[in-house]
């Protein structure tokens, strides 16, 4: 089994930064792409950013320039800092990852449980 765990979620105001962090654990052989996902109230939940193995980057075109993943390939993990908060960045945040595990040729994917940013105007 394999357990995603993410921290660093809050409230902040307007113009503040935040930085999440997830920490992937378990029967993990390799991690392939790795990414961060946000559902607001009565939404569906969305991409924000992604990141590959090898560290090419996919950001959803409202969070561009503000929003900034990255990963260590060593640590299991990967972080999400956020600049320049807005109201509409108001989600819970959940990390994703694309996971092969020992002894399994096929790669799964798991969640975590989320973590919640409120921003306040």
């Known amino acids: 089994q394999v357990q995603l765990v993410e921290s660093g979620g809050g409230l902040v105001q307007t113009g503040g930064s935040l930085r999440l962090s997830c920490a992937a654990s378990g029967t993990i052989f390799s991690i392939n792409a790795m990414g961060w996902y946000r559902q607001a109230p009565g939404k569906q939940r969305e991409l924000v950013a992604a990141?590959?193995?090898?560290?090419?980057?996919n950001y959803a075109d409202s969070v561009k320039g503000r929003f900034s993943i990255s990963r260590d390939n060593a640590k299991n993990t990967v972080s999400l800092q956020i600049l320049s908060l807005k109201p509409e960045d108001t989600a819970v945040y959940y990390c994703?990852?694309?996971?092969?595990?020992?002894?399994?040729?096929?790669?799964?994917?798991?969640w975590g449980q989320g973590t919640q940013v409120t921003v306040s105007s």
């Open positions: 994703n990852a694309n996971v092969r595990e020992r002894g399994y040729v096929v790669s799964s994917e798991y």
């Open positions: 990141i590959t193995s090898g560290g090419s980057t």
